[in-house]
């Protein structure tokens, strides 16, 4: 995290703690500052793209940021020179077959 007052409360980093949740703080720089909020506008525009296109309500707005960030881990990236995070991060080529358009009626049989 960057160190930022949301990152740094008792109450947060007690919730890390009791979650075997690893922190690593991060110096204020301004680039590093400005990447975590493209990266967060990213996400928050694929969830109200996904959340307008698919009808569905803003309580799933959870469900929808999972779903992003699934997909933004399996996307190409410029700055790994086209390398995708999950292939990298699992050694394994990212599968595409589970994906469905976010919104459709889900196969319950």
Known sequence: TDNGGEYISSRFTDFCAENGIKRELQ?????????????????????QCM???????QELWGEA??????????????????????EIWSGKSASY?????FGCEADTS
């Open 65 to 86: 940021l999972q779903t992003a960030t699934h997909i933004i881990n399996r996307s190409p990236h410029n700055s790994l020179k086209g390398g995708i995070v999950e």
């Open 27 to 47: 110096l204020h720089t301004i680039q590093h500052l400005m990447s975590a909020k493209r990266y967060n506008w990213t996400l928050c525009e694929n969830v």
């Open 51 to 57: 959340l307008s296109t698919s009808n569905l309500p």
């Open 97 to 101: 077959a589970h994906l469905h358009i």
